[in-house]
């Protein structure tokens, strides 16, 4: 009897003391309170972190812009504003060049497993540490990076070649991704993103730098643009997983490490789960009739990845680290074959 009681409170005290190091991670996300993806993650993934080291650890996602504007939080995880960030780093790009070269290759990979595999084990978790060390003076530690979707592109008219490029008046983000369309023929138009549904409506472009299909098709945007390339040829955007420096050295090497597996996992499992929204979504289109879904050949999109490799090389000239970052991701994408040369 006296052996059970010893048993019973040793085990109670040792679950006090777990209880007692439990770390709430604050975590802001570049999501909105609404998105797929954050309900996808709360509902399914959330949960999964507290199982995998115990109980020790729990995140708590912040919506978009809730704490600090997004393109201010790598200076507010370093400050401990916020124990940490999920964030598309194409915001960043105005601190560091090497982020929009990591945040968004424009017409680079095929598909979001293939740039997860890159941040993954290609060494792009290393480049993005780099950027992240330039702009922080390495008070934050990457845990992990890459896409979880490919944008498809919207239109008013059939673009179903890489020629039809030429001539076509594309909404495009001012930078790496308007140089490309310019590079392959197309006239890039700038306009914000909520002016784009009347900006096709109106014939004012004939195709929008938009959102993934299933956002798209949530917006209306295939009413006025019955064409859609899917799956996209263009914009792919990368998310990075970042903690406070001091945050992550307070942790064990256990529970760092089933924090980096948790988010692969996550972002694998969620770039299926979009794909299958996406793919639900195109099959329906399709089986109605009203929306011709055009998917470009292999040949048309390697012929748009040369054309747009040529403004990466440029753009990669703006900093020391662009150029690394670059130089990474090519070679990543000759060792998997979407480069020859």
């Known amino acids: 009897m006296a052996l059970t009681k010893t048993v019973l409170l040793t085990a109670s005290v040792s679950a006090l003391a777990s209880l007692a190091h439990a770390e709430t991670l604050n975590i802001q996300t570049s999501f909105n309170a609404g998105d797929f993806s954050t309900q996808y993650l709360t509902e399914t993934w959330l949960p999964k972190i507290k ?12 919506p978009n812009g809730s704490v600090v504007p997004a393109k201010e939080t790598p200076e507010a995880v370093a400050a401990g504003v916020l124990d940490g960030d999920f964030t598309s780093v194409n915001y960043f790009a105005g601190s560091e060049p090497a982020y929009a070269i990591m945040g968004d290759l424009i017409a680079g990979y095929d598909t979001p497993e293939q740039m997860l595999d890159f941040c993954r084990v290609g060494g792009g978790e290393a480049q993005m540490q780099q950027a992240a060390d330039s702009v922080t ?42 140089a490309v369309f310019e590079a392959a023929g197309a006239s890039p138009v700038s306009i914000p993103f909520s002016e784009v549904f009347g900006a096709l409506e109106k014939g004012i472009v004939d195709a929008a730098d938009a959102s993934a299909y299933v956002n798209n098709d949530a917006t209306g945007l295939h009413d006025v643009a019955p064409y859609p390339i899917y799956p996209g040829i263009h914009s792919m955007a990368s998310m990075q997983f970042t903690l406070n420096n001091e945050t992550w050295n307070a942790l064990s090497e256990e529970d760092q490490q089933a924090l980096r597996t948790w988010w692969y996992d996550a972002m694998y499992a969620m770039a299926a789960a979009v794909a299958a929204e996406d793919q639900k979504l195109v099959e329906r289109d399709k089986a109605a009739g009203k929306i011709e879904v055009i998917d470009w050949s292999q040949e048309d999109r390697n012929e748009l990845r040369e054309v747009a490799r040529e403004q990466w090389e440029i753009y990669a000239q703006k900093s020391s680290l662009a150029q690394e970052a670059l130089d990474a991701n090519i070679a990543y994408m000759k060792e998997i074959g979407l480069l020859q040369n």
């Not at 080291?53 to 912040?62: N, P, Q, S, Y």
């Not at 592109?153 to 008046?169: C, M, S």
Request: aromatic share 4%; proline share 7%; with cysteine.
């Open 51 to 62: 199982d995998m080291t115990d109980g020790r650890i729990e995140i708590v996602l912040m």
């Open 137 to 178: 003076g390495g008070e934050i530690h990457v845990i992990g990076c890459g896409p979880y979707s490919r944008e498809s592109l919207p239109a008013r008219v059939p673009i179903r070649t890489f020629d039809d490029l030429a001539g076509k008046k594309i909404r495009s983000p001012e930078g790496l991704a308007a």
